[in-house]
């Protein structure tokens, strides 16, 4: 990609012919700092800017398929009208996207034929709304676009997909085992060798068994466009060469089990499908009021951990809910909705609609464990997708860095030569409690240059879900001067059962800047070095092991640039220390020497 620049508030973006299709980061590099990452997505196809005079219900834009069309909301209630020309017997397939594109608006699509009446309308509970318009006849239609809660204005942007070209939209199973080949199904739109097989709600699907070659690289990102809450499993973009669309994949750890579709016995009757332990299972909810039952042996006192992701994978509207049975049918417990741990910290909700607990065996014995989606009689089809899983508890951890104090979406960024903090929040999955320490990544055997970037050896405490991190810019030759971007690679480390664990920090970075915040996870840990600062202050402390009662010596060192000086006296403090710490505060005068 290339940019250039037009004016203080516009820039023209270039796409070479080899850049991938799909969605990246965008981010702006300023004299005050990094901006914070917006989703800018690559298309093969001509795209149309929306223009108000051009699109009021008395003067519809005429657009020609395929294209998309990029719009905006600019008013309350604002209403944008496009027309095509389709012919009969000739599908349309419509996406509109939003949320995943960092706006905050959910649009709702309408058909309307030439004579005014609403031939088909998007249902209100999708965010993301996909439809396939089969136009009655040969003629000209109008696609109209509308916000569900009329929301206007900044983050009210939209993008409309208008083709009748091959487009991927579904795979199941969703999850496979990494570094594994694997079979799988890909659902789409006019696909290529694809099969018609009847799919209630969505009978123009064509499906098509391939075998996908061994993932073993999730995307930085996690495959998708991910808030905090569905941050923790890893994931993959598929595409297919030739084909619009992409599907996410989630890579795990070992064989994944796929749901059968209404398993029955010798009679002919409904049964459970047996799992053994531990299972992972890919299911998904593909009718209305559709619901999974799975069957496990258990001993006595076993203590298992059964969750579902259905909403942490990021299928919209989906409330999973598991409930136990023994052999003869007794509910003996059913999980609630996985709720936020105590402490965590505000912008990085970790609650979910997914439920999931540890679960303790009464006896000897089979039990079944059914999962459904509270949402099911009104929502279903190819792209509710949900992995079960079901074992003895795995103590695990995943660590994120986001912006320091952030409160509105804000990059990172650090003076060239200086210094800059960052946040890092741990998630703790399967009650694991140890210290995790983080740390630079080891530079690549094939880099001899010094990094741009790098990181102080930071840990978070037994049970600790966040810490403060620090980076420090290096200047190198020509690339001094700051007004740059790099990238800051950093490794989590711990003991789980006696086994050192070692794992990449993600990114992540607010969005919108509601309340309650809200993050998601980014594709890099990406920060813009500045021009350098007149003052710089350096802290050198004593590696040595903190014992209650003990103190910690440091040392302060203040550089000044050439004709600068402190005008005001400051002083020093202290951050990230446990509450009963006494933390004495540094004087710095103005007039102080270079070291204290």
Partial sequence: ????????????????????????????????????????????LPQVIESKAET??????????????????????????????AKAGEPILLIAEALSLDESIVPILTILGADG??????????????????????????????????????????RLTVSSQPRLLSVFPSFVERGKEAQVTLLGFQLPGGVATPIPGAPWILQKRVTLPALTTPDSDGGA????????????????????GSVRIGLLPRLVITEEEHPTDANGKATAQKLPLPALVAGRFLTQNDFDRYRITAKKDQVLTIEAFGDR????????????????????????????????????????????????????????????????????????????????????????AVPHNAKTPVGMSVPSNGHALFDLVAVRRGSFTGPIRIGPQPASNKTTEAPLLTSAEVW?????????GSMTSHPHDDRSTGNDIAELKLLAESQISGKQVTKEVHAATIIGGGNPLVSRRTDRLVVGRLAPEPIRVDVAAETV????????????????????????????????????????????????????
């Fill in 1 to 44: 990609l290339h940019a250039n620049k037009v004016n203080d508030t516009t820039f023209e973006i270039t796409a070479d012919e080899s850049a991938p299709a799909g969605p990246c980061e965008l981010r702006v590099l300023t004299a005050g700092g990094l901006s914070a990452p917006r989703r800018f997505v690559i298309t093969p």
């Fill in 313 to 400: 994978w990021g299928a919209e509207m989906m409330d999973t809910e598991i409930s136990i049975h023994d052999s003869k049918g007794k509910l003996l417990k059913t999980f609630s909705d996985i709720a936020d741990p105590k402490g965590q910290p505000a912008g990085f909700s970790l609650a979910s609609l997914d439920a999931g607990d540890h679960w303790k065996a009464p006896a000897d014995g089979d039990y079944d464990i059914v999962v459904r989606d509270l949402f099911a009689g009104s929502v279903y089809g190819i792209d509710r997708s949900y992995l079960l899983s079901v074992g003895p508890v795995q103590p695990d951890f995943e660590v994120f």
């Fill in 545 to 596: 092991a903190i014992q209650p009662g003990s103190w910690l010596r440091a040392e302060v060192t203040v550089t000044t640039a050439p004709q600068a000086s402190l005008n005001n006296d400051a002083k020093l403090t202290w951050t990230g220390w446990p509450a009963k710490s006494k933390l004495d505060a540094v004087a710095l005068p103005k007039d102080a020497p270079t070291t204290l």
């Fill in 225 to 244: 466009w991910l808030t905090s809450s569905k941050s923790t499993l890893e994931g993959v973009r598929y595409r297919v060469d030739g084909i619009d």
């Fill in 460 to 468: 978070i405490a037994e049970n600790g879900l966040s810490g403060i």
């Fill in 56 to 85: 009021a219900a008395e003067n519809p834009l005429p657009v020609t398929i395929p294209c998309v069309i990029v719009g905006q909301f600019e008013s309350a209630a604002d209403v944008d009208d496009f027309t095509v020309e």
């Fill in 117 to 158: 009446r609403e031939l088909q309308h998007s249902p209100g509970h999708r965010q993301e709304p996909v439809r396939v318009f089969n136009p009655p006849s040969d003629g000209r239609f109008t696609i109209r676009v509308q916000e569900r809660a009329y929301n206007k204005g900044t983050g009210s942007g939209y």
